[in-house]
């Protein structure tokens, strides 16, 4: 994934790298944190709730 000039605002290639630069150059792959930044609060807490109950559903079924 490409950092945007947002990553590092001051856009001098000396200057440290903000948290985000850090994280791609790491490898992780932050668009779907960027994808969940646009979201309202209340669409986040949906598909939390859709992702949870999943979660639970799965481990119910495990368990018999």
Do not use: C, F, W
């Amino acid at each position: 994934m490409n950092t945007t000039p947002q990553d590092n605002p001051s856009g001098d290639p000396g200057a440290p790298l903000s948290a985000v630069e850090e994280a791609v150059r790491y490898g992780i792959d932050i668009s779907q944190l960027r994808a969940n930044l646009h979201r309202t609060p209340a669409e986040r807490l949906r598909r939390h709730d859709i992702a949870l109950r999943t979660a639970n559903m799965l481990r119910k079924a495990m368990d018999q």
